[in-house]
C-alpha cells in the first residue's frame, strides 16, 4: 500500500505539469528546476542522513514518521503562491516519502530473501496502481473546475489515513523486520568500502536511477506535448498520459509470471529491446490517440525496470537494504541532472526530441542485464 501511496503523492505534480506551468509561471525548464531538480537535491541530503544509519533504526517508527511528515508537506505543497514554496514543500515530502519507503523496502528484502526479484516487481505493480490513480484524481479535480491543488490536498489526506493506520499496527509481529544483530558501526564508511570493491552494486543502482526517464519525466512530456503540440484540452491531455501508467499495471503484473518463469535477464532484456520500440513510436505519433497508444505499449514494456534492477543491487548485499540505499543516494545526480536536460531539449528542439532522448534508459537496462550479470533465476530452473 505505500508503494501505492507514494507514486499516488509524486504523481499529481507530473499529471498536473500543464496545470502548474501555467498558475506558476514556469517555463517546461523552470518546471523541471522547481518540480524535479531542486527538490531531489533537498530530499536527497535530508533522506540520507537517515538512510545511512536506518540499520541500526525502528523502521516502524521510521515507516509512521516518513508518512506523516509527508502528509503535512504535500497539504502545504498544494496552497503554496510561489515557486519556491513548491519547491520547498515538495523536497520536505520527497524526503519523508524516501525514508518510509526505504524502511518498507528493507522490511520486503528481509522476508523475501533469495526472491528479492519478484518481491520488488509487486512493488513496482502498487506503484503502477498509483500512478494510475494519480492523474486520474488530477483529471477529476480540472475537470470540476479546480486545478492541481485540490488534488494534492486530497492525497495529503489520504496519506495522514494512512499514517494513523501505520502507527496503529506498530504492535503486529508480522510486519517487523528481523534485522542483524551487529550492524556496521559506521554506515557510510561501511557503504562507499563496499561499493568501491564491486562494481556490480554500482551498475545496478545506476540503471535503477535511470529509470525516472520513462517514468515522471516521460508522463509529464506527454501530457505537456498533447495539451501544447497536439491541441487536446488540458483534461485530456492528463487523462491520456493515464494510458501510460495503465500500462505500467498491465506490463507489471506481467512480470511477476514472466520473472518465475524465464527469470530476471531474459525479462530484462526483452523489455528494455520492446520499451525501445514503443517509446520510437511514441515519437513519430502525430495525433491523440496513437500518443496514448504509444504511452501503453511504452507503459507496459518498461515497466519491470526500475524492481528488477534495484533487487539485483539487494541480492548483492542481502543483509544490509540501509547500505544499499545509502549508495543509491550518490546516484542523486541522475535524479537532478536528468530532468534539467531533457527540459533544456524540450524549450530547445521540441517535446519530440526530448522525448527521444529518453531512449537512453532501456539501453543502459540492456547492457547491465547483458554485462553486469542477474542473479536471479527462474523458479522452474
Given at each position: 500500500?505505500?508503494?501505492?501511496?507514494?507514486?499516488?503523492?509524486?504523481?499529481?505534480?507530473?499529471?498536473?505539469?500543464?496545470?502548474?506551468?501555467?498558475?506558476?509561471?514556469?517555463?517546461?525548464?523552470?518546471y523541471?528546476?522547481?518540480?524535479?531538480?531542486?527538490?531531489?537535491?533537498?530530499?536527497?541530503?535530508?533522506?540520507?542522513?537517515?538512510?545511512?544509519?536506518?540499520?541500526?533504526?525502528?523502521?516502524r517508527?521510521?515507516?509512521?514518521?516518513?508518512?506523516?511528515?509527508?502528509?503535512?508537506?504535500?497539504?502545504?505543497?498544494?496552497?503554496?503562491?510561489?515557486?519556491?514554496?513548491?519547491?520547498?514543500?515538495?523536497?520536505?515530502?520527497?524526503?519523508?516519502?524516501?525514508?518510509?519507503?526505504?524502511?518498507?523496502?528493507?522490511?520486503?528484502?528481509?522476508?523475501?530473501?533469495?526472491?528479492?526479484?519478484?518481491?520488488?516487481?509487486?512493488?513496482?505493480?502498487?506503484?503502477?496502481?498509483?500512478?494510475?490513480?494519480?492523474?486520474?484524481?488530477?483529471?477529476?479535480?480540472?475537470?470540476?473546475?479546480?486545478?492541481?491543488?485540490?488534488?494534492?490536498?486530497?492525497?495529503?489526506?489520504?496519506?495522514g489515513?494512512?499514517?494513523?493506520?501505520?502507527?496503529?499496527?506498530?504492535?503486529?509481529d508480522?510486519?517487523?523486520?528481523?534485522?542483524?544483530s551487529?550492524?556496521?558501526?559506521?554506515?557510510?564508511?561501511?557503504?562507499?568500502?563496499?561499493?568501491l570493491?564491486?562494481?556490480?552494486?554500482?551498475?545496478?543502482?545506476?540503471?535503477?536511477?535511470?529509470?525516472?526517464?520513462?517514468?515522471?519525466?516521460?508522463?509529464?512530456l506527454?501530457?505537456?506535448r498533447?495539451?501544447?503540440?497536439?491541441?487536446?484540452?488540458?483534461?485530456?491531455?492528463?487523462?491520456?498520459?493515464?494510458?501510460?501508467?495503465?500500462?505500467?499495471?498491465?506490463?507489471?503484473?506481467?512480470?511477476?509470471?514472466?520473472?518465475?518463469?524465464?527469470?530476471?535477464?531474459?525479462?530484462?532484456?526483452?523489455?528494455?529491446?520492446?520499451?525501445?520500440?514503443?517509446?520510437?513510436?511514441?515519437?513519430?505519433?502525430?495525433?491523440?490517440?496513437?500518443?496514448?497508444?504509444?504511452?501503453?505499449?511504452?507503459?507496459?514494456?518498461?515497466?519491470?525496470?526500475?524492481?528488477?534492477?534495484?533487487?539485483?543491487?539487494?541480492?548483492?548485499?542481502p543483509?544490509?537494504?540501509?547500505?544499499?540505499?545509502?549508495?543509491?543516494?550518490?546516484?542523486?545526480?541522475v535524479?537532478?541532472?536528468a530532468?534539467?536536460?531533457?527540459g533544456?531539449?524540450?524549450?530547445?528542439?521540441?517535446?519530440?526530441?526530448?522525448?527521444?532522448?529518453?531512449?537512453a534508459?532501456?539501453?543502459?537496462?540492456?547492457?547491465?542485464?547483458?554485462?553486469?550479470?542477474?542473479?536471479?533465476?527462474?523458479?522452474?530452473?
Amino acid at each position: 500500500m505505500l508503494a501505492l501511496v507514494d507514486e499516488l503523492w509524486s504523481g499529481v505534480a507530473v499529471a498536473g505539469a500543464p496545470s502548474v506551468e501555467r498558475e506558476l509561471a514556469l517555463s517546461h525548464r523552470g518546471y523541471a528546476v522547481v518540480v524535479f531538480a531542486a527538490p531531489l537535491v533537498i530530499a536527497a541530503v535530508l533522506e540520507g542522513a537517515v538512510v545511512y544509519v536506518s540499520d541500526s533504526l525502528d523502521r516502524r517508527r521510521l515507516l509512521g514518521a516518513g508518512q506523516a511528515v509527508l502528509a503535512v508537506a504535500f497539504i502545504a505543497a498544494a496552497w503554496t503562491k510561489s515557486a519556491l514554496g513548491l519547491t520547498i514543500d515538495l523536497a520536505l515530502a520527497g524526503a519523508a516519502s524516501g525514508v518510509a519507503c526505504s524502511a518498507a523496502q528493507a522490511i520486503l528484502v528481509g522476508a523475501n530473501r533469495g526472491g528479492t526479484d519478484r518481491a520488488m516487481v509487486r512493488w513496482t505493480l502498487y506503484s503502477s496502481v498509483g500512478d494510475v490513480i494519480a492523474p486520474l484524481v488530477t483529471a477529476s479535480a480540472i475537470a470540476l473546475g479546480y486545478s492541481y491543488r485540490a488534488a494534492m490536498t486530497a492525497v495529503g489526506i489520504v496519506v495522514g489515513f494512512q499514517c494513523v493506520a501505520t502507527i496503529g499496527r506498530a504492535h503486529d509481529d508480522g510486519v517487523r523486520e528481523a534485522r542483524d544483530s551487529s550492524p556496521p558501526a559506521d554506515p557510510l564508511a561501511t557503504a562507499a568500502s563496499h561499493a568501491l570493491r564491486t562494481p556490480r552494486l554500482w551498475a545496478w543502482l545506476f540503471a535503477a536511477s535511470t529509470c525516472t526517464l520513462l517514468d515522471e519525466i516521460v508522463v509529464a512530456l506527454g501530457a505537456v506535448r498533447m495539451d501544447r503540440d497536439q491541441g487536446a484540452p488540458e483534461a485530456v491531455a492528463v487523462a491520456a498520459a493515464l494510458a501510460f501508467s495503465l500500462g505500467a499495471v498491465v506490463g507489471s503484473a506481467a512480470s511477476d509470471r514472466a520473472v518465475g518463469r524465464w527469470g530476471s535477464r531474459t525479462v530484462l532484456t526483452t523489455s528494455a529491446v520492446a520499451s525501445f520500440a514503443a517509446l520510437i513510436s511514441l515519437v513519430f505519433s502525430h495525433g491523440i490517440l496513437g500518443s496514448a497508444a504509444a504511452l501503453f505499449a511504452l507503459g507496459v514494456t518498461c515497466a519491470p525496470h526500475h524492481g528488477l534492477a534495484l533487487a539485483q543491487a539487494y541480492e548483492i548485499v542481502p543483509t544490509r537494504p540501509g547500505m544499499v540505499q545509502a549508495v543509491g543516494q550518490v546516484f542523486m545526480v541522475v535524479d537532478v541532472g536528468a530532468p534539467l536536460a531533457i527540459g533544456m531539449v524540450a524549450d530547445r528542439l521540441g517535446t519530440s526530441a526530448a522525448l527521444a532522448a529518453l531512449g537512453a534508459q532501456p539501453l543502459v537496462i540492456l547492457v547491465c542485464a547483458v554485462c553486469a550479470g542477474v542473479g536471479q533465476t527462474p523458479d522452474n530452473a
